[in-house]
């Protein structure tokens, strides 16, 4: 394998992986819908960031990860109750903000004071089932298409790692554009949009139990 197949690998699997709505999406949508995208992107670069921590212990332990969700019932479980919770919280929405005329919430009660940059690192490094992803693509390349492991050539580690930190950051920018445009023709854009996410969130989780019922 190439060099430059590391590095294809890297940013396709990172879009791929980015791609569905999660919890920093959502955060990049909300923060371009209240603010602006020079705002969200203090928050995409952090999350990008943390992400590569999350593929580098996928990297090293992605067989114990592995063998660890598969033997232990209770982290399946936890994962779908997680879901299930964002997405409750996301569908009934928050009620104490105050609201400008297209009835985006301008000023929230906040129970912490965190800093973009930190939010998009939390946001990106408490992700357990963005590390299940990585876990997956990691086990499907090494047995299909090319050597991955923490021991491999520096240069091909950080050309995949490049590669996955550009596809992370791309595909949440586009996340951003596309919520800037929706503010310019849409009123209370943050709850439909939040109100949607839930649903998916909640249909995930629907799907989670009840495979681990039925499994």
Known sequence: ?????????GFITAVIGALPLGTTNVAVINTTIKENIQSALKIIYTAALAELIL?????????????????????????????????IILVL???????DENGECIIIK???????????????????????????????????????DISMAYTLLILFLFGIYLGKTMTLYGYGKFSHRLKLKMKNITTKINRIIGVLL??????????LFYS
């Not at 394998?1 to 690998?9: A, D, E, G």
């Not at 998009?120 to 047995?143: A, R």
Request: hydrophobic residues 55%; aromatic residues 14%.
């Open 110 to 148: 906040k129970r912490f004071n965190l800093s973009k940059q930190m939010l998009g690192f939390i946001l990106g490094l408490v992700n357990p089932t963005v590390l299940i992803y990585w876990i997956l693509v990691i086990s499907f390349l090494k047995k299909k298409m090319l050597y991955l």
């Open 93 to 99: 929405g928050r009620k104490e903000c105050i609201k």
């Open 1 to 9: 394998m190439t060099s430059i197949t590391y590095l294809f690998l």
């Open 55 to 87: 593929v580098l212990i996928a990297l090293q332990f992605n067989m114990q990860i592995e063998h660890f969700i598969d033997r232990n019932i209770w982290v399946q479980f936890a994962i779908a109750l997680l879901l299930l919770g964002v997405g």
């Open 202 to 211: 909640i249909t995930a989780s629907l799907f989670q139990f009840a495979k």
